[in-house]
């Protein structure tokens, strides 16, 4: 073959493989024997998603208002400029005009009106509870309400059931996906990330009470790979009393029972925690390079909980007043010679009983113990009637003193004017606040709010 005609050829296909192609689900108004490429011809089960090979810059969009049960699984790549995209639609406000009212009732149900489209997969026989189980690389998940998931028939070392979960589950060895902006309620692990690159951002997790197994509390966000981002998202609820612990699961959990996991380059950040029961568990088995950031954790039970090496905890505003609180540690690990937290410029507010770095106890098994001596400087402690909430000596630049929150009583954790964590933070390379108003450069305020 000519080299020149090969070339353009090659152009051709290239052509043709670069237009993407929109396909349609509704599960009141389609047929899965449809062509799905349009609004007019959708399918109606996620049982074509399987089945069909997607291209790079193709989306996959579920009408608004619609439900569907069960799950999928998704092989196909997107790519860094045209990831494939699995959100919804609904119909325009061109149409909307051009119908008269009373003639608007099939129109919603034949182009999506309405809630977010609704996921839910009850049975544990399909695809272990998985609703979108994504294979392939370059995927972004956008705008969906994930609910009232299934629990695993028990978990243990041999079967790692709770190892298998996930409504969304993005598998080992795919890269570069993104899960923001869904809801997800009644999901006992919400997001299992075990791809690598990835970004979870801007989603709402919430009300998930019931422990999934023996030891196994629910979690919001199951980590398993290095190289992830957590960013911008709320979490309320998440965690449940009973098992050998007393209390279990919470918000985020890198996981090293999964796969031998070595957590590294982990960025936790700007995310708002409420009403859980931990923030963050630390169970890789190897630690390297976590920042923790800009975080507000109004919770039960630990802030942070497992050793790690350079696990940077900055800018975050720790409220420890809520009860029961089963595990009596702001931190906690099993070896204090095997941790090594950075902890800068956050706002500690406690009960009475706490103390964050100690009290220090000699460690006799397999026990959870306070962090101890860590790099530390420039935090604010409280907690009424207790005179050293910092556990041992306080740091350079560490203060004791009420934060002045603007109404803690209501949770509203920001600070009044004249409160003493302002302009009083070392620089540290972050430019926003938790509510997103830029923070001073050369003298931060503590904690997760700039005012």
């Not at 399909?126 to 956008?142: A, K, M, P, Q």
């Not at 409504?167 to 997001?191: D, M």
């Amino acid at each position: 073959m000519n080299f020149k005609n090969l070339f353009f050829f090659t152009l051709l296909l290239a052509g043709i493989r670069s237009h993407a192609t929109n396909y349609y689900i509704n599960s009141k108004a389609g047929n899965d024997t449809n062509t799905g490429n349009s609004k007019e011809k959708p399918w109606k089960t996620m049982n074509n998603i399987g089945k069909t090979s997607f291209a790079p810059g193709d989306s996959i969009l579920f009408a608004r208002g619609t439900a569907y049960r069960g799950g999928v699984i998704l092989n196909s790549s997107g790519s860094a400029e045209k990831p494939i995209v699995i959100s919804h639609y609904s119909a325009g406000a061109e149409l909307i005009l051009k119908t008269p009212r009373k003639e608007l009732t099939p129109v919603f149900e034949k182009y999506g009106a309405g809630h977010a489209p609704a996921f839910s997969n009850p049975d544990w026989n399909v695809l272990t509870g998985n609703i979108f189980r994504i294979e392939g690389s370059y995927v972004v998940i956008d705008g969906l309400y994930f609910h009232d998931n299934t629990n695993p028939p028990g978990s243990d070392k041999t079967t790692k059931n709770v190892q298998k979960m996930g409504a969304v589950y993005l598998a080992l060895g795919t890269r570069h996906q993104v899960v923001k902006n869904c809801e997800f309620f009644h999901t006992p692990v919400g997001i299992k990330v075990k791809s690598t690159h990835s970004l979870i951002t801007r989603n709402y997790l919430h009300d998930a009470a019931d422990m999934m197994a023996y030891s196994w509390g629910p979690i919001a966000i199951m980590v398993v790979s290095g190289n992830n981002e957590i960013a911008h998202n709320r979490i309320e609820n998440y965690g449940a009393y009973g098992g050998p612990y007393g209390s279990d699961g919470g918000v985020i959990e890198l996981d090293g029972v999964d796969d031998n996991f070595t957590a590294s380059n982990i960025h936790i950040h700007h995310n708002t925690s409420v009403n859980n029961h931990g923030f963050l568990e630390i169970a890789a088995r190897n630690v390297d390079s976590v920042t923790v950031a800009y975080n507000l954790s109004d919770d039960r039970n630990q802030f942070i909980g497992g050793g790690g090496y350079k696990v940077n905890v900055c800018n975050n505003t720790i409220v420890r007043t809520r009860e029961p609180n089963v595990d009596r540690y702001v931190f906690w690990t099993f070896n204090p010679d095997l941790t090594f937290f950075n902890v800068r410029n956050n706002i500690f507010y406690l009960a009475p009983d706490l103390g964050v770095f100690g009290p220090v106890k000699k460690v006799t098994g397999h026990v959870r113990v306070a962090i101890g001596d860590q790099p530390r400087d420039m935090n604010l402690y409280f907690s009424p009637g207790n005179s050293n909430p910092v556990g041992i000596t306080p740091g350079k630049g560490d203060l004791i003193a009420d934060p002045l929150f603007v109404d803690a009583a209501n949770c509203n954790f920001r600070l009044k004017p004249n409160s003493p964590a302002l302009r009083r933070g070392k620089k540290t390379g972050y430019t926003y606040d938790l509510d997103g108003y830029p923070v001073a450069m050369a003298k931060p305020a503590l904690g997760a709010y700039e005012f």
